[in-house]
């Protein structure tokens, strides 16, 4: 195995760049050295995301590369990730290996596919020690699958129903992020919300979310912690509480609503109203007057009429979010709503009101950050480019705001400065190095 190499490929969500950093481990354990070139890889492995038909289309273009790379040069290809039945049952004869995203405590058993005469053994997938993509920013998972079944999702039958990690566990890796200097730690689940309820239903003493949050917001004095994804069925006030208390819990939540219309929402199956929605961001709001507040929004689900998708706008104008990631409804196969509803919206309306939507999320994010002007945060740098005698460095505010921060000389990508918001925009804000500490907002 000497020499080997591989190279792998991540599509979707951040869970997918958690599993692509612990399967990188198990790899590596086989002998095999990460690359970044795909063309000098002996074995691509594909994260895949089912979500999308265009991912979907991505892949296809990529096998159809590799089987003519398999004619002159020996390449094991892998797949693995959220891969719906319908898919899979077209992907599968198309790679050497795939590997059941529900299934990857037999990880170990699958990759010795690959090289049969290695010896291997690997312990539970999330107990896997990942190979951390960055030296500031961790994605730990806490939890997996998703029991709410909303009718367009693939998630509850790519990764089945929600298990939650022990708490001991995620906190362990935590402490050691952190000793190792670790600035942002991101804790992920498709929702988070309902962290530890599987555990405490079959009577195990495990932590709620809120519980956990606590504890980890606990273990260090100044670093990040952000949570992506909450359900809005499953956000409690004493999750509201805990943001607000907690010192180093980020002034961000991402709290998807999908759409603004309670017949869309039932259609969807997301559980509950837009009366509800709003008076969960009221809480929100009151309890930390300047948070920013991102969410999901599907255009074009199956029977949107002119009246819903003005009920979304409107939310949308109302509710102020200053940051969207909005999709144009695309059907997966296998899923409830491909089964129970047409797919009857135009893709020339589902584009116009994609457009529409991320118009006014432009006009949202602007007003929020010209709110910002004139005032001291605290910002995480990703990049760093020079030019001559000037730099311009690239990062994140706590409240998830793009900053760009110009210098003389450059700033270190991965540490935290404190700056003067100068200038603001709809894509973010320009900011000066400050001489003061920001203060934390409350």
């Excluded at 869970?15 to 000098?40: C, F, H, P, V, W």
């Excluded at 898919?87 to 599968?92: E, I, P, S, T, V």
């Excluded at 290996?97 to 997938?125: G, H, T, V, Y």
């Excluded at 003389?408 to 973010?428: C, M, N, R, S």
Aim: hydrophobic share 35%.
């Amino acid at each position: 195995m000497s020499n080997k190499k591989f190279h792998l490929i991540v599509f979707g969500c951040q869970m997918n760049i958690s599993d692509a950093e612990r399967l990188a481990t198990a790899l590596k354990s086989l002998g095999y050295e990460e690359t970044d070139k795909e063309q000098e890889a002996d074995l691509i492995g594909v994260i895949a995301c089912s979500v999308k038909q265009t991912a979907v289309d991505r892949i296809y273009g990529k096998v159809r590369n590799w089987q003519l790379v398999k004619e002159k040069r020996p390449l094991i290809t892998m797949l693995s990730g959220c891969v719906l039945e319908y898919d899979r049952k077209k992907l599968q004869d198309k790679f050497d290996i795939f590997l059941d995203i529900k299934n990857l405590d037999n990880l170990a058993d699958s990759i010795k596919k690959a090289a049969p005469e290695e010896k291997l053994a690997l312990p539970s997938f999330f107990d896997i020690k990942p190979s951390y993509y960055s030296s500031y920013r961790a994605y730990v998972p806490i939890m997996t699958g998703c029991n709410k079944f909303c009718s367009y999702c693939a998630v509850p039958y790519t990764r089945g129903r929600e298990v939650s990690r022990p708490s001991d566990s995620i906190i362990s890796e935590i402490k050691e992020l952190l000793s190792k200097g670790y600035k942002e730690i991101i804790l992920l689940g498709q929702n988070v919300n309902s962290y530890g309820l599987d555990k405490i239903k079959l009577g195990e003493n495990e932590l709620t979310f809120p519980d956990l949050l606590k504890q980890i917001d606990n273990l260090g004095d100044h670093f990040w912690l952000k949570f992506l994804t909450s359900h809005p069925y499953d956000m409690s006030d004493e999750l509201i509480k805990v943001m607000q208390t907690g010192k180093n819990i980020n002034h961000y939540l991402h709290l998807p609503v999908q759409a603004g219309s309670d017949e869309q929402l039932k259609k969807m199956n997301r559980h509950y109203s837009i009366e509800h929605y709003k008076e969960l961001i009221k809480k929100i709001r009151t309890a930390l007057p300047d948070i920013s507040i991102s969410t999901d929004l599907i255009v074009g689900f199956s029977g949107e009429t002119e009246t819903d998708f003005k009920a979304t706008e409107k939310l949308v104008r109302d509710l102020k979010f200053n940051l969207s990631f909005t999709s144009q409804y695309s059907q997966r196969a296998g899923t409830v709503a491909a089964r129970l509803y047409p797919d009857d919206i135009s893709q020339d309306t589902k584009k116009e009101r994609f457009n529409i939507i991320n118009t006014q999320i432009g006009k949202n994010a602007k007003l929020y950050n010209e709110q910002l002007v004139g005032k001291t945060f605290e910002t995480l740098i990703d990049v760093v480019n020079c030019e001559e005698k000037k730099c311009k460095n690239i990062g994140k505010l706590d409240n998830y705001t793009a900053v760009h921060v110009v210098t003389k000389e450059p700033l270190k990508v991965g540490e935290f400065y404190q700056v003067k918001i100068t200038q603001a925009d709809a894509w973010g804000v320009i900011a000066s190095l400050a001489t003061q500490r920001a203060e934390k907002i409350n």
